[in-house]
């Protein structure tokens, strides 16, 4: 089955924080997106809330409930308990648990699971109980010890962080090379019994490689490189709108 597209809203509360006004709504994009057959909503809220505010939680998760109830909501996040009683008061589909620094500007590594499994482990016992899906953000390396561990703290799946293959945007021989070695991460996480996501800096461009390595690769989540795309592909019907606003004659 082809992987599900889940969009990450970041981006577009990062543009929407520019001025004190409600526009871009976060809510009305996802709310396109879902229309237009995305299978879910990702959000990461920092702690600083740059982007994403704490109070947007709540009308995703309502859009879900109310309009789009086989859809997901996917919050991602450093597991403080500032962020987990956030994850319990809104109730997603899926906590995607990534080892951020407040300072961080965006995530850039996995877990290092030898080092964090008994912070880790609590954790995904607490939300795996509620019944939430875990996922834990994960390097591409094919460390095969590294992922037993994760599978054995209750993590139902990994989310590649593919970063680095994003990265390889001019240089398809890199491209093809990283894109191997998550296709062999994902093989062995798959061998193991886990579900795997992927995301970071993915893109139309670069999905179509990974998703030839990882057949089974269950679901990416994208912001940037979708709200960019939008951008592109939306820019000429926006330019037409205000021109008519203007009082030209548009074609
Ligand atoms: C975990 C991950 O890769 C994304 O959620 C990314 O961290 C988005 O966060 P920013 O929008 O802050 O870059
Ligand atoms: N979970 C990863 C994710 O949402 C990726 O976001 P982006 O790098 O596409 O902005």
Redesign the pocket.
Known sequence: MAALLSV?L??IAMLRNRRDLPWPSVTGIGGIALAAGASGL?V?P?PDQR?IRFSDLAPIRTLIDDLYPDAEFNI?GYPSEDFLDLVERHQPEQV?L?PDDPAQA??DHGWDFRAHRAMLAPVCKRLGDQGYRVSL?ADGVPDREALEIARDIGAHRIEL?TGPYGGTYADPDAAERIAAELGETAAIAIDLGLGVNA??DLTVENLPRLVRHIPDLAEV?V??GLTADALEFGMAESVRRFRRACGQEVE
């Open positions: 990450n970041n981006a990702t990461h920092r982007h991602e995607t990534v965006t995530s953000f962080y995301g970071h989540s912001g940037h």
